[in-house]
């Protein structure tokens, strides 16, 4: 695992694994069972500079990059794959945004408590009718003289309903479909704005999901991020980031489960010998193996291709949709398997391993499902062919 990471890579590693495993594991099943979403786990994230990793120092950043952001990750979500969604939220999101399109006025204002957690983040692009047919949303961003007013609603919104900062996406002119789709910067606590949790859901139980309301929310003119009409662009750049956070999240779960499932079965004595004797077992776990190995590499060489766009050129979409798929595959398969493994126990709830069994399905779905990341590999290749 440790190829290639630079001393100040390795530090970083140890450093989150250590915060996850002494500072969030200890409380994590019980934050988990009652929905608690803790502000001072996500501030201690904030003070070790893991939300620091892609911004420059005269934001408060420590410029490592996204290699050591998805290094970082993968071992907060071995442990709590719900705080692992806070780096989306503080940082894969609107940061790469405002690096790549906004002013610097904007990224002056926003950056900095975003690294800090002063701000709570979130980025809206789901509606209750428009999931992965993005430029088919309908909340509306009306000009007026002196800003924009905008209608409608977000779903599943994660961060709501704590965000204090979002990055909403509304049209500025439907007729020109995703050509009238525009990028606001909204303080979340603004007058319109209803934020409403969502408690109800499969996993992720310390990760706030929500849906905003927007009623004639008042933005100002300079909370446009580029230009009106840039929306869709700028959604794409932004998933092409928050896909690599989540590909990263998915091959710490992956290799989560694997662990746990090779603990469990030295541990667990059937027909007087430990259960990992049985080829059948090893088999399973040698897959395990195998699929968590793919997805952390997957992962770890699409982190390093936007470290170095300039060096390799091109777009890092391919490799970026490439990991975010298989990432997914390979945590609800290692999650399935370990789930074989610990059978019964597993059913359970003595073992952590139906929790992540439960987490490891979001994957498949957030920020684009398994089947957008696979149009998207494909119309690589149909590209391609075309010339
Ligand atoms: C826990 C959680 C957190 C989330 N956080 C956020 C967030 O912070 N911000 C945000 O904006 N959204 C967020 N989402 C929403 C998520 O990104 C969307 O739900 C997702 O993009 C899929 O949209 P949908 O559920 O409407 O599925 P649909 O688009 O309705 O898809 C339904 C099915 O049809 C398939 N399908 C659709 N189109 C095609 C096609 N062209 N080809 C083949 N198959 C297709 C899909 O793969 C899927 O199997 C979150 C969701 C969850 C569950």
Redesign the pocket.
Known sequence: MDFGLTEEQAMLQDMARDFAQNEIAPTVEEDEKKDIYNEKIVKKMAELGLFGCIAPEKYGGNEMGHLAATIATMEIAKESPSYG?SF??QMN?IQSVLLAFGTEEQQKKYIPPLITADAYG?????E???????ASMRTTAKEVDDGFILNGS???????PNATLGII?AMTDREKKHRGMTAFMVDMKSPGIEQRGITE?L??HS?P?GEIILEDVKVPKDTVVGNPGDGFKIAMTMLDR?RLSCAARSAGVAEKCFELAKKYANERIQFGQPIINFQMIQDQLARMWCEHEAAKLLVLRAAWIVDNLKKVGGRPTLYISTAKYYGAEAAVMAANEAMKVYASYGYGNEYPIERYYRDAK?Y?????????Q??IIARNFIEETRG
Do not use: H, R
């Open positions: 969604v989306n939220i999101a979130c980025f809206a692009l789901t209750a009718d428009t999931g992965s047919d993005v977000k779903m599943w919104i994660s961060g709501v996406f859901k996993g992720l990760s999901t928050t979001s498949q779905s957030v920020e684009g499902t398994s089947n957008i696979k149009v």
